[in-house]
């Protein structure tokens, strides 16, 4: 099974400790598990002539640089062999204190391979040791494992506690017409507990150098008490993605989607996704995504039409250990009925600290303002809402059980609205477990 490339995870030897202070048979098991267990698994497949395997041998006795002239002197004759070659100088230059030599090898692999999880997270984490401390790519999926050959995938399971899960109204009556009614208890804001489910699977052939396709489809179920709507997603996509370097990969595709409420049908259409990602320096990220879905939607009239997203993120490395982010975005939907319709713009800013003993603490804001084209039918009023988020997350990287990685999230939402039915507050956790194998 693969896991992190944990054996140069800050906090692993890498920030705490210096590779030369470490007790020998610690440093031998570290490099072990790097060079089979914790590797990608590219760096996996049979060789044949078990080139790698001899070198990991000499490595886990102790004889480095006799590893580092078997990897040197190999000619790879697969691509899969190439990758293995690459992996294992880096892992033995890294655990020897030698991360100006990893380096190289690590920015090669990214190229190669812009797809595998592992390879961008070892290249951010050898950064981090030189100084050019980069905040890792943000849009790799929590959990993302490495199954074998071109395949990923993800698992998660989470208790989601929360005060008013459905975000009915925090109102008790609602004027219309010159009339005051009461609004009934069950579309009142209401605690809920559930469980959250996710699990996605993904393959990502090479039909290039630098490129790759990658089909994906992914779940994602929020199963409630009955104090809100069970709800059930499911994406499909399939999508080019292509290295223009070490530091840039760009990637389109289209996808599918299909949602229900309840157990019933709700929406469901074709999309368009892009996405771009670069590091303007060694402590820098910018993102720049989009995505447009053109829903139908069952048994409700005046909803279908398109939906369009576009999110810039920029993340910027303090230090190792600080990470700060903001993000913009636009969304636009253009419902068959114009009171439907609306724009919206949100505004986050937030950041990450990673402690010494290895917990990382982050605080995200965001403010989002939405606003509709027309006027209501029913109440007469062109509808205008201000929401304001905040949250907080907890996680450990190397407090593991059985794979398992626990992670925990508050956040606590209020939206106000010009039509009180749609004002509420929410305060929520995702108290989980991820799985990274």
């Known amino acids: 099974m693969t896991k992190?490339?944990?054996?140069?995870?800050?906090?692993?030897?890498?920030?705490?400790?210096?590779?030369?202070?470490?007790?020998?048979?610690?440093?031998?098991?570290?490099?072990?598990l790097g060079?089979?267990?914790?590797?990608?698994?590219?760096?996996?497949?049979?060789?044949g002539a078990s080139v790698y395997q001899s070198a990991r041998d000499l490595a886990v006795s102790g004889r480095t640089d006799a590893a580092i002239r078997r990897l040197?002197?190999?000619?790879?004759?697969?691509?899969?062999?190439?990758e293995q070659r690459l992996w294992g100088l880096a892992v033995i230059y890294r655990q020897t204190g030698r991360p100006q030599e990893a380096l190289p090898h690590?920015?090669?692999?990214?190229?190669?391979?812009?797809?595998?999880?592992?390879?961008?997270?070892?290249?951010?984490?050898?950064?981090?040791?030189?100084?050019?401390?980069?905040?890792?790519?943000?849009?790799?999926?929590?959990?993302?494992?490495?199954?074998?050959?071109?395949?990923?995938?993800?698992?998660?399971?989470?208790?989601?506690p929360a005060t008013n899960a459905a975000e009915g109204t925090r109102a008790e009556t609602i004027i219309i017409g010159g009339r005051r009614f009461v609004i009934g208890a069950g579309s009142r804001q209401r605690r809920a507990y559930g469980?959250?489910?996710?699990?996605?699977?993904?393959?990502?052939?090479?039909?290039?150098?630098?490129?790759?396709?990658?089909?994906?489809?992914?779940?994602?179920?929020?199963?409630?008490?009955?104090?809100?709507?069970?709800?059930?997603?499911?994406?499909?996509?399939?999508?080019?993605?292509?290295?223009?370097?070490?530091?840039?990969?760009?990637?389109?595709?289209?996808?599918?989607?299909?949602?229900?409420l309840d157990g019933a049908g709700y929406s469901k259409g074709p999309g368009l996704t892009f996405g771009l990602t670069t590091q303007p320096s060694d402590r820098s990220l910018l993102q720049i995504a989009g995505a447009v879905d053109w829903l139908s939607f069952d048994g409700v009239?005046?909803?279908?039409?398109?939906?369009?997203?576009?999110?810039?993120?920029?993340?910027?490395?303090?230090?190792?250990?600080?990470?700060?982010?903001?993000?913009?975005?636009?969304?636009?939907?253009?419902?068959?009925?114009?009171?439907?319709?609306?724009?919206?713009?949100?505004?986050?800013?937030?950041?990450?600290y990673a402690f010494e003993n290895g917990l990382r603490t982050g605080v995200d804001l965001s403010v989002r303002r939405a606003a509709y084209d027309a006027?209501?039918?029913?109440?007469?009023?062109?509808r205008k809402d201000d929401r304001f988020t905040a949250s907080v997350s907890f996680s450990h990287p190397s407090v593991q059980y059985m794979g398992f990685q626990p992670e925990l999230e508050i956040t606590y939402t209020t939206q106000s609205s010009n039509?009180?039915?749609?004002?509420?507050?929410?305060?929520?956790?995702?108290?989980?477990?991820?799985?990274?194998f």
């Open 72 to 82: 040197l002197a190999w000619q790879p004759a697969t691509p899969a062999e190439a």
């Open 301 to 352: 009239t005046g909803l279908d039409g398109p939906r369009a997203l576009a999110t810039v993120r920029y993340a910027y490395a303090v230090s190792p250990r600080m990470h700060l982010r903001t993000s913009a975005t636009v969304e636009r939907t253009d419902a068959d009925v114009a009171s439907f319709s609306y724009t919206a713009l949100q505004i986050g800013i937030g950041g990450t």
């Open 419 to 436: 039509i009180p039915l749609y004002s509420f507050d929410n305060l929520g956790a995702n108290l989980g477990i991820v799985r990274r």
């Open 375 to 382: 006027a209501s039918a029913f109440f007469g009023t062109t």
């Open 106 to 160: 690590l920015e090669q692999l990214v190229a190669l391979r812009p797809d595998v999880g592992d390879f961008r997270d070892a290249l951010a984490q050898v950064r981090q040791d030189l100084g050019q401390t980069a905040p890792p790519p943000s849009d790799v999926p929590d959990g993302a494992v490495a199954l074998g050959g071109d395949w990923s995938g993800h698992l998660r399971l989470s208790f989601i």
């Open 4 to 32: 992190h490339f944990s054996p140069i995870r800050p906090g692993h030897g890498a920030a705490s400790s210096s590779p030369k202070r470490a007790s020998w048979p610690a440093f031998l098991l570290c490099l072990s």
């Open 195 to 260: 469980v959250a489910i996710g699990a996605g699977l993904a393959f990502s052939p090479a039909i290039g150098e630098r490129t790759r396709l990658r089909f994906g489809l992914s779940v994602d179920a929020d199963i409630y008490d009955g104090n809100a709507y069970d709800d059930i997603r499911l994406r499909g996509e399939t999508v080019l993605v292509h290295s223009l370097s070490a530091r840039t990969t760009v990637e389109g595709g289209i996808t599918y989607s299909r949602r229900w």
């Open 35 to 47: 060079l089979t267990g914790w590797a990608p698994a590219a760096a996996r497949a049979d060789t």
